[in-house]
C-alpha cells in the first residue's frame, strides 16, 4: 500500500437526534444521525403493526367472486 494517501482512522463522536452519544472509530471525527437503536420504533418495540383484517381474510374476500 501506498503510504499517506489513506484517511486516518481516529476516535469518532456519534450523536443521535435523543441525546444518545455513541463512542466509535471512523475516518471522521463527529456524526449526527436522526435515529438510534435506543429510539428508533423497531428496536425499542413501540411500533407494531395493527393488522385489523386479517391477510387470509381478505385474500379470500378478494377472491371469492372468481371461485365457482
Request: with cysteine.
Amino acid at each position: 500500500m501506498k503510504s499517506d494517501i489513506h484517511p486516518k482512522y481516529e476516535e469518532a463522536t456519534i450523536t443521535c437526534a435523543c441525546g444518545k452519544v455513541i463512542q466509535t472509530r471512523s475516518t471522521k471525527k463527529e456524526m449526527t444521525v436522526n435515529t438510534c437503536s435506543s429510539c428508533h420504533p423497531y428496536f425499542t418495540g413501540a411500533k407494531t403493526m395493527v393488522d385489523t383484517e386479517g391477510r387470509v381474510d381478505s385474500f379470500k374476500k378478494r377472491y371469492a367472486k372468481f371461485a365457482k
